[in-house]
């Protein structure tokens, strides 16, 4: 069992455990002695998203990489992807993002990548922990070797210059004109400036960050803002990024949403055709639509699922070799140009072909129906009901009822006691019935317990 680490690195409210002084402090000191390896002067790169809490968790940290003998380089504000790459890029032994992605500003969480710009392993994470709980005053710097700490000024425009790498060089956005909402979060200066100087009209909202306003009523999971700016302006397209931009959706011509499936399908539609597309497969979790699966199979393209989560797609992708996965949510995946979810990324691939094709977001980008999916949350107390003899049972008749029509996916949250009743099929009224029956036995275990 992990104590400070969830599906995402370690999150939670700020000012309260984890997310608390005391333990940023000690979780750098044990990150940083984990990754001193070699007789090299060992350095983290330092990044966060506009929270006020990101100012207090950024100094212990700080604190306690200095403390454990290595050099931190501050670079601010600053997308998720920009510091994995900026990592891989600097040849720096961590990188540290300090971001709780879409949840409200009260909130904060850090996120940690191995020099090669991945994500950390749960064996790197147990790892750190056993640190952590241990006494690490003994293994600490002497006096000459603590580390230094400085700021890499012009990291902003090392990442805006990575992202317009991943455009075509033929195509030019010039004529596009493109809302942009980047939840006054952490890509609220590169986003637009990279679109800007790739050609396109850009229209910001969610731009004016204040420490508190992080995902309020914006960005990518409150987009109806987002939707009611394209119609209002006329623009070819909208784009929606969450607090630390490593996720994506869109919104077409029309003010209508665009899901994170219709964009795996986009992306992989296109990248088969061009050849680009490696092992004729795309990885996406369970949550995703079977319409996406079924659409991909015209395409002789497979879909491989993984459980919730982009760390999981990631670890997936790597197995297969694949370089397209993503979840509905919107996170993005391509590691032809990034280790972990990068929104501005796939919004450049998304807008390379409707430059190319010529015609409306509306007919270009929704290549297939989806079926009817229904999600349902049941709160539990005690032990998780999916354990019971009673709601297995149940779990069983469900899947032969949808045996060949449709999908049923039963997770635990990782964060709250909640069942999470997923349901798919083409008829909805069997999607209806299915969720019906299995919230039943599972609150029936509740009343029981």
């Given amino acids: 069992m992990r104590r400070f680490f969830g599906t995402d690195g370690i999150r939670g409210t700020a000012n309260i455990a984890p997310m608390t002084v005391d333990i940023a402090q000690k979780l750098g000191q044990a990150a940083g002695l984990h990754f001193t390896r070699g007789e090299h002067r060992h350095s983290v790169l330092l990044g966060k998203d506009t929270r006020l809490s990101g100012y207090m968790i950024e100094s212990a940290l700080v604190a306690g990489f200095l403390s454990a003998g290595m050099d931190v380089t501050l670079v601010g504000p600053l997308p998720t992807p920009a510091i994995a790459m900026l990592t891989r890029s600097l040849r720096a032994d961590l990188g540290v993002m300090i971001s709780a992605s879409h949840n409200p500003f009260e909130d904060n969480g850090i996120k940690l990548f191995g020099p090669d710009g991945f994500k950390l392993s749960d064996q ?21 070797a603590i580390g230094r700490a400085s700021r890499l000024n012009d990291a902003a425009g090392r990442y805006v210059e990575n992202a317009k790498a991943s455009f075509p060089r033929k195509l030019r956005l010039d004529g596009m004109k493109i809302v942009l909402d980047c939840a006054n979060g952490s890509a609220y200066r590169v986003a637009p400036t990279a679109l ?25 999971t409150h987009p109806e803002a987002l939707c009611q700016a394209v119609v209002q302006h006329g623009a070819h397209l909208g784009i929606a990024l969450d607090g630390d931009a490593d996720r994506v959706l869109i919104a077409d011509e029309t003010g209508r949403l665009i899901d994170g499936d219709q964009i ?42 993984t459980a919730v989560g982009d760390r999981y797609v990631v670890e997936r992708m790597r197995e297969l070799g694949s370089n397209v996965g993503g979840e509905q949510s919107g996170h993005m995946v391509l590691t032809d140009f990034a280790t972990t979810g990068d929104g501005l990324i796939a919004a450049l691939q998304i807008l390379a072909v409707l430059v190319e094709d010529g015609r409306p977001a509306s007919e270009v980008c929704r290549l297939f129906k989806p079926f009817p999916q229904k999600l349902k949350n049941v709160r539990f107390s005690g032990v998780s009901p999916l354990e019971a003899d009673a709601v297995q049972a149940r779990q069983k008749d469900v899947e032969k009822m949808l045996a060949g029509r449709g999908r049923l996916v039963l ?35 509740n009343v029981l317990a």
């Fill in 411 to 445: 997770r635990k949250s990782g964060t709250e006691p909640l069942v999470r009743v997923m349901v798919e099929a083409e008829d909805e009224a069997v999607v209806d019935d299915a969720v019906n029956q299995m919230c039943e036995a599972i609150q029936a275990v």
């Fill in 196 to 220: 800007w100087e790739l050609g396109a009209e850009v229209i910001r909202i969610g731009c004016t960050p204040n420490g508190v306003n992080i995902n309020d009523q914006c960005g990518s």
């Fill in 264 to 305: 795996l399908a986009l992306i992989a539609q296109s990248w088969a055709r061009e050849g680009r597309l490696v092992g004729q497969s795309v990885v996406a979790t369970v949550m995703s639509n079977m319409g996406l699966e079924r659409f991909l199979n015209t395409l002789d393209v497979g879909l491989e699922r």
């Fill in 124 to 144: 790197n994470e147990i790892d750190i922990e056993n640190l952590m709980e241990t006494d690490l005053t003994d293994r600490l710097a002497s006096p000459r």
